[in-house]
Nanobody
Framework: QVQLVESGGGSVQAGGSLRLSCAVSGSTYSTLWVAWFRQTPGKGREAVAFFYPSGITGYSDSVKGRFTISQDSAKNTAYLQMNSLKDEDTAMYYC??????????????????????WGQGTQVTVSS
């Protein structure tokens, strides 16, 4: 069973930075698609950053140029570096994963419903 544990959230002033981590266990990291989502009260989860099948990174328009997704397979960990944080970045941030073998050759990495495993989330609060 794949387990995901996020860490690194907290409170920060607008313009500041945070780095989130997603520790993966229960599977070899290279066999998974991993992405970051976020959610605010009353709204669905929004894809923030993900990897295309080519390995190129993708981002939502709202974070492009400010956030960077990366991964360290040796450490079974994904990261989300968040710079120039804004008030509207305040949300619960989640790590999501899907086993590549279960993707059926298709990729919907921006879609919340496509992922099979989720972490508990880490809260990010940005104040001005």
């Amino acid at each position: 069973q794949v387990q995901l544990v996020e860490s690194g959230g907290g409170s920060v002033q607008a313009g500041g930075s945070l780095r989130l981590s997603c520790a993966v266990s229960g599977s070899t990291y290279s066999t998974l698609w991993v992405a970051w989502f976020r959610q605010t009260p009353g709204k669905g989860r929004e894809a923030v950053a993900f990897f295309y099948p080519s390995g190129i990174t993708g981002y939502s328009d709202s974070v492009k140029g400010r956030f960077t997704i990366s991964q360290d397979s040796a450490k079974n960990t994904a990261y989300l570096q968040m710079n120039s944080l804004k008030d509207e970045d305040t949300a619960m941030y989640y790590c999501a994963a899907k086993e590549r073998a279960r993707s059926g050759g298709t990729w919907y990495g921006w879609s919340e419903s496509w992922y099979d495993y989720w972490g508990q989330g880490t809260q990010v609060t940005v104040s001005s």
